[in-house]
């Protein structure tokens, strides 16, 4: 980031923090004067999940352009804290420099790391640090949104957890307990308790969960890149039947499943 060559990044950001306060003033516009911290945070949200959708694109101009649509959400939000006196701007980058070079002891400090695994394990330990030290958060798992989609939110929390010694010794002890579950879910399933059959399957999506934190894949994405890849096939299927003139409805399993393999063989 070339933030001090010409300066032209440093005006571009006022200005952008400029126009947002124009918005915002009684002069502005009515819709952004209503805007509240809460009505911006589903909108970060949103915004978040789009830079995601951009970056699997692999697309240089729509990763630019969602990133712009985040960054005016987290400016946005910004000024209305400014506003009512609570932090701004120039406090918000200040708290997050001081955090990056607490959090990398091993760039700015004496700390010694040989892996990226060590780096992970020296992040989980200062962030631990941070919460004893913080009266606000004496919940070990309050600093997780419970907003979050349920895979990456079970993630971060066994992940926390483990941090304190819960979890398997090794990754064949979690791959026991998915065996183990999934005879549990079967029981479920033989008795018809619809109560009894949705905890069965919980536990088995929490603990696969754990698996992938074994093996160091996240959750989300891989799920996230499966449904992608089922669209993808699916479509294929769906164009394949519309050259033979027909639809979805006119055909049947054994035909959608020859053309799914034919996709799969073709790696879509």
Known sequence: MQIKKDGKTMKNLKELTDLIKKLRASDGC????????KDLGKYI?????????????????????????????ILFLTEINEEEGLFSLSDVVAEIRKKMIRRHPHVFGDKKVISVQ???ENWQKIKKMERKNNSNQNDLFAHVPRILPALKRAQKITAIAATYGFDWPKTNDVWEKIQEEIKEFAAALKSGNRDKIEEELGDILFTLVNLSRFVRVDAETAL??????????????????????????ETDLAEMDELWKKAKEMRI
Do not use: C, H
Request: charged share 35%; hydrophobic share 35%; aromatic share 10%.
């Open 224 to 249: 996230m890149k499966t449904t992608n890849k089922f669209l993808r096939r699916f479509s294929y299927i769906e164009k394949q039947l519309a050259a033979r003139g027909r639809s979805l409805e």
């Open 45 to 73: 949200l949103e915004e978040a999940y789009e830079v995601f959708d951009a970056l699997e694109e692999k697309t240089p101009q729509a990763i630019k352009e969602e990133l712009g649509d985040l960054l005016f959400q």
């Open 30 to 37: 009515p819709w952004d004067q209503k805007q509240t911290q």
């Open 118 to 120: 060590e780096v992970k």
